[in-house]
């Protein structure tokens, strides 16, 4: 059974910075892609940085593009996420997500099969 698990969330002040971390285990199937999402309340779902597994590449929204970084350990088989000089409008539910991403779609929902609890990330200003 497929399981992704996040960690690292908190409240931070504005300019702040925090590290989520999401731990990968039991997967059956080879994973493409593997992508932060996030959610604040009454707003959708969105994906805001994304590492294609193969290649090594990262992808980001441009809302968090040069503030947050993704990263992956293939040896602990860990995503993180830093994020750094964040802002109020990043306040939400962290996910991480794990999929067969087609082309560089990555920032569709559609493509991801396995998501994680959640990690909630407050920034106040």
């Known amino acids: 059974q497929e399981q992704l698990v996040e960690s690292g969330g908190g409240s931070v002040q504005a300019g702040g910075s925090l590290r989520l971390s999401c731990a990968a285990s039991?997967?059956?199937?080879?994973?493409?892609?593997m992508t932060w999402f996030r959610q604040a309340p009454g707003k959708e779902r969105e994906a805001v940085a994304s590492?294609?597994?193969?290649?090594?590449?990262?992808y980001y929204d441009n809302s968090v593009k040069d503030r947050f970084t993704v990263s992956k350990d293939s040896t602990k088989d860990f995503l993180y996420l830093q994020m750094n000089t964040l802002k109020p409008e990043d306040t939400a539910m962290y996910y991480c997500?794990?999929?067969?991403?087609?082309?560089?779609?990555?920032?569709?929902?559609?493509?991801?099969?396995?998501w994680g609890q959640g990690t909630q990330v407050t920034v106040s200003s």
């Open positions: 997500a794990a999929g067969v991403c087609i082309g560089d779609g990555w920032f569709n929902p559609q493509w991801y099969i396995s």
């Open positions: 590492m294609y597994v193969r290649l090594g590449r990262a």
């Open positions: 039991g997967f059956t199937y080879e994973r493409t892609c």
